[in-house]
């Protein structure tokens, strides 16, 4: 069994920060990429940022020089530091893993259960 539990949403007003906390725990081998993606309310679900075992870093457009990922791999967990928020951020975000199981063959993407974030004044 394999869980991802967010953390650190809230209500926010436009141009303050928030930290989200993603760990994963379980009968866990390895964990690759990790990534944050949101939902906004009508619309489909997009990536926000991702990160590799190794740091390599991808983020949307619409979050680069605004939003920073990073992972803490003794911690089986990952970050995402959003500054200089917008009304537009408004969503709800879901952390995701590619986690190999001890003795499973292969990679399977784990999701979490998703954290409100709000921006708004």
């Known amino acids: 069994q394999v869980q991802l539990v967010e953390s650190g949403g809230g209500l926010v007003q436009p141009g303050g920060s928030l930290r989200l906390s993603c760990a994963a725990s379980g009968s866990i ?3 690759n990429d990790m990534g944050w993606y949101r ?4 619309k489909q679900r997009e990536l926000v940022a991702r990160i590799t075992d190794g740091g ?5 457009d619409s979050v680069k020089g605004r939003f920073t990922i990073s992972r803490d791999n003794a911690k089986n967990t990952v970050y995402l530091q959003m500054n200089s928020l917008k009304p537009e951020d408004t969503a709800v975000y879901y952390c995701n893993a590619d986690i190999k199981r001890f003795r499973a063959s292969f990679t399977y993407t784990y999701w979490g259960q998703g954290t409100q974030v709000t921006v708004s004044s």
């Open 56 to 60: 390599r870093t991808n983020y949307a």
């Open 39 to 42: 939902q906004a309310p009508g």
């Open 29 to 31: 081998f390895s964990i």
